[in-house]
Structure formats: C-alpha cells, structure tokens
C-alpha cells in the first residue's frame, strides 16, 4: 500500500486512499492471474517485495492480439530511483514481447507527471486517447511503445 499511496497521495482524494483495501486489491489480482487474465511480475529486496509490474492482453476489445497493456507498475517509495521501475518494466515488456506481442499500451493518470517522465525515458509516447480512471474518475492518458 506504501507504493500506491506513495504514487497517489496529492494526485486522488485522501478519502479515496483511506479506503483502499490491500487484502481486495490482492485477491482481484489473484482472480485475474488464476483466470489467466494477466501475469504479474515481482522486484525484491532484502527478501521483502518492493514494487510490482501486471501485465496482460490490452483491455481494449478493439486491439489486435499483438497488444499488450502494463496494467499496473508499483514501485515502494523508499526504492524509488533505484532502477526497480525500469527493471519492472523491462521484465513486463519481455512478458508481453514473448507472448507475441509488438505493441504495449497504458493508462496513467494526467496530473502523474513523475509517472509520465519515467514513461517518456523509458519509450513511450502519449496518444490522443484519453478516458476517466477507476480512481475516482479522474482524467487518464493512454501510452504507447514498440516492444
């Protein structure tokens, strides 16, 4: 939880934050990764998890197949800027490349403009699509890289 709110704190209502619930949070990704829905990928430290890439087929049921969608990157704060973001999501690209996809996808909040410049490094580039988040619906981007 550290990570999300690390990430969201100023950028979605404290309320919002407040009621989020590790143990639905852990079992809606169990359900999807047992449906095989989506794959998840882990960073660790010292034994202890720091930080989390989910990934899977793009949610967009007009995509073609060869597109795949970082659904999720988490990464605690104290690890923040020490290369486990890029490593998740190199591990999340190799995921999505080796499951035949050449093209991956995601939404990230517009006012995440530390999440934005990370992306941008790492290759992606904005696309006109916009939509409102699950987070209580607020304006999200959708972003775009060759794997």
Request: glycine share 8%; net charge neutral; hydrophobic share 40%.
């Amino acid at each position: 939880m550290a990570s999300w709110r690390g990430a969201f704190t100023g950028l979605v209502p404290q309320d919002f934050l407040d009621r989020m619930d590790p143990a639905s949070i852990a079992a809606s990704w169990a359900d999807s990764i047992a449906a095989g829905r989506s794959r998840i990928h882990v960073a660790v430290h010292d034994k202890r998890v720091i930080g989390y890439a989910g990934v899977g087929p793009e949610r967009d049921q007009a995509a073609p197949p060869t597109t795949g969608e970082l659904y999720a990157l988490f990464v605690h704060p104290d690890h923040w800027g020490t290369g486990a973001g890029r490593a998740l999501t190199d591990a999340a690209c190799a995921d999505l490349r080796a499951a035949g996809c050449t093209v991956v996808q995601l939404w990230v909040l517009e006012a995440n403009i530390r999440a934005r410049r990370f992306y941008k490094r790492y290759g992606f580039t904005e696309t006109a699509d916009r939509t409102h988040s699950s987070l209580d619906n607020l304006p999200e981007i959708r972003l775009t890289a060759s794997l």
